[in-house]
């Protein structure tokens, strides 16, 4: 089954940046649309932010401004710029498609914005 694998968190600063990375198959990144995913301890997983093989992506209101989704379909990794992190920006981050059929779910990626 398809797998996509995350990196690139850490521990940071408010209005710090981190960005993270997820690599994947040639085959996904050819054909689905990506996206970025959040966990907060308690709380549900989220979608943070969407990106097309082609087209403009979408952002949660949350984020809208301060994260960048990007692909780079020819080497198979999607990013995400997170600047002007906050602490409720702290959880785990996973990268998957935008709908059905899913890929298996990675580890992810813990991001920890301190105050």
């Known amino acids: 089954q398809e797998q996509l694998v995350e990196s690139g968190g850490g521990l940071v600063q408010t209005g710090g940046s981190l960005r993270l990375s997820c690599a994947g198959t040639a085959l996904i990144f050819r054909m689905r649309t990506l996206a970025w995913y959040r966990q907060a301890p308690g709380r549900q997983r989220e979608l943070v932010a969407t990106?097309?093989?082609?087209?403009?992506?979408n952002y949660a209101s949350s984020v809208r401004g301060r994260f960048t989704i990007s692909r780079d379909n020819a080497n198979r990794t999607m990013y995400l710029q997170m600047d002007n992190l906050k602490p409720e920006d702290t959880a785990v981050y996973y990268c998957?498609?935008?709908?059905?059929?899913?890929?298996?779910w990675g580890q992810g990626t813990q991001v920890t914005v301190s105050s």
């Open positions: 990106s097309p093989v082609k087209g403009r992506p």
């Open positions: 998957n498609t935008d709908m059905r059929p899913y890929t298996s």
